[in-house]
């Protein structure tokens, strides 16, 4: 199974990799996004020589059960199995710098602008 986030070069090459019968669940194409060309993914026929299946999948769909699933990731934290990573930037002057940093891949985790 592939988790797909990314789409574009990474998907490509991966698709090379399935093994038959394959599940592809398609939760974004970050980079996609800001793209000047909308290419899609041009050796689509691996999916049809793999027998492969993609469903798309949105976390909006999962809603109900958000409560249960930060519940389930604050135990987690603190059992030290899961890590949170932030990039904290200070100071609202930094603001543009600091937006500018998602798009250049300077950051790592959650990128937090402090301005108190």
Known sequence: MVFENVGGAVMEAEVFTLAHHARIVLCGL?????SPEKL??????????????????LIADYAPRFAEGAAQMAQWLAEGRLRADEDVQEGLENAYPAFMRLFSGANTGKLVLKIA
């Open 30 to 34: 970050i980079s996609e996004y800001n």
């Open 40 to 57: 899609g993914l041009r050796n689509l026929w691996q999916i049809l020589a793999r027998r492969a299946t993609i469903h798309g999948f």
